[in-house]
């Protein structure tokens, strides 16, 4: 089968017609490229239940509060033309920002609430650019599945948010976070961080496990669990925590006692770079 | 042919994959219901242009700014019933506000700068429920064609580019204003005017008319035009203006010169009764 590889939005109508016609279930993985195995995984689940895969790939400036972090995100498409290939994928949509946005944006996507912590409240705007670009291409494509994966907590809660609110005819499929030996979360922008900056990353998602355990173990005191977690960057000063949270995995709301099923999660900057990660964590009184 | 009533989005889609299934065009007509012939005429248009026409009927809370004007809104849900029928209606859509909002919405669709001014600026956030609830309707039914009054020009032009900003994939058609023989548009708010009120009401679109004159007649100055159209409220004094503006048709946004198309609008109160209208005016220059 031959990968297509679309630019326009009048190419993808004239490519998915036939298909939505015949019934095929459509599956999109959108994504902004620099594809890796996390990637990798999304588009396996959906190529494993859709008749029909789209990627879409594209960098989406209305997210981006930084210019700066727009700039140099990393844009790879001849390799990830490549990697969609190799996965599968049926086709791949690329649109330019002209394409999307041909002209300035009037209409926003706002969720409330759950955006008013963690990444929200250090990326003004972002998830409201986020929540705008993932509806124009659930509109678009019009898929009857969209994955979505877990390293993405807030931005997934956020999105399951928005579906339901705005009643879209799609299933939200979450797909689990793909990790290097050494526990690091794959992302696009670990390729920013330098052999030392590499070295100390993990030490995110060794914070975030300490937390669990604690959760586990049976302590519900959140402050108690947070700063014992915490623990772990004070052997890496170059190491910036952002945020370090304990939150309900609908809402994103911090909690003050871990009760029910909560998510941890955890933002650090190593050098110019921008880190994020979470865990499910059930409480002790749950996971015995 | 039989009316279907329906209440709850699931049998929204029991009833319509189906008519989607074979390949019908379905039209929406979006309404709060205490339908006239206003209402009528959207349903016709619909009914000439596509096989299968649904009308929704729902009060829908998170437009109204004040509490008082939601619980006056008239609900006449039996005649209307009646009346869909008799326009050759095939399916009602009536949900409760429990059905469109099963837990306190989260999500919201913004559209700036076409709400500044006019009917945005008088009734804070009514177009963010406006939008908000047309595209659940939108998604909940999937038409390829929905109907809007022309009365609601800025309503229609939110609803325009909220369609155009998000690709949803449906066509807006606009529909004229139905009016009585005096001129006064027709409204659900017209039965709150009582028989005193009900003959000063006229006097909006003769002020929009004067101004729509002078238009075509080739002055081009927007404040001497609004002024000059004003007088017609002087004698009537129990009439209260609360915006008389001319604006281009797509932005929305006051122009100081009148030299393309324009909308002249306006808004007034008469008693507890606000009533709105617009007229689409070419300049001078084009019209002759």
């Avoid at 402050?223 to 370090?244: N, Q, S």
Wanted: net charge neutral; glycine share 6%; hydrophobic share 40%.
């Amino acid at each position: 089968m031959s990968l297509h590889l679309l630019h326009s939005s009048a190419e993808v109508q004239r490519v998915l017609e036939p298909i939505r016609a015949a019934g095929q279930i459509i599956g999109l993985v959108p994504t902004m490229g620099a594809l890796h195995a996390g990637h990798g995984r999304l588009m396996d689940a959906a190529r494993s239940e859709c008749g029909y895969v789209v990627t879409s790939i594209f960098v989406n400036p209305i997210q981006f509060n930084r210019g700066d972090d727009y700039d140099r995100y990393p844009r790879t498409l001849a390799t990830d033309v490549a990697f969609c290939a190799g996965r599968g994928v049926d086709a791949i949509f690329a649109p330019t920002a002209e394409e999307m946005y041909p002209r300035p944006q009037s209409t926003f996507v706002e969720v409330d609430r759950l955006t008013d912590h963690l990444c929200g409240r250090f990326r003004p705007g972002h998830f409201r650019g986020v929540a705008t670009v993932v509806l124009k291409l659930l509109n678009l494509v019009q898929p009857g599945r969209a994955y979505f994966g877990e390293k993405d907590a807030q931005q997934l809660a956020v999105i399951r948010r928005m579906v339901s609110d705005l009643n879209v005819a799609v299933t939200i499929v979450e797909v689990p976070t793909v990790r290097e030996p050494d526990g690091l979360a794959l992302s696009s922008r670990n390729q920013h961080l330098s052999v030392e900056e590499r070295r100390l990353a993990p030490v995110l998602i060794q914070a975030l496990r300490a937390g669990q355990s604690l959760i586990s173990s049976g302590i519900t005191d959140a402050d108690a669990i947070k700063r014992e977690a915490a623990r772990a960057f004070e052997k890496h000063p170059p190491v910036r925590v952002e945020y370090l949270e304990i939150v309900d995995p609908d809402e994103m709301q911090p909690v003050a006692n871990v009760t029910h099923a909560v998510r941890i999660v955890g933002a650090v900057w190593i050098g110019k770079t921008r880190l994020i990660d979470n865990l499910l964590c059930l409480p002790g009184s749950l996971s015995r």
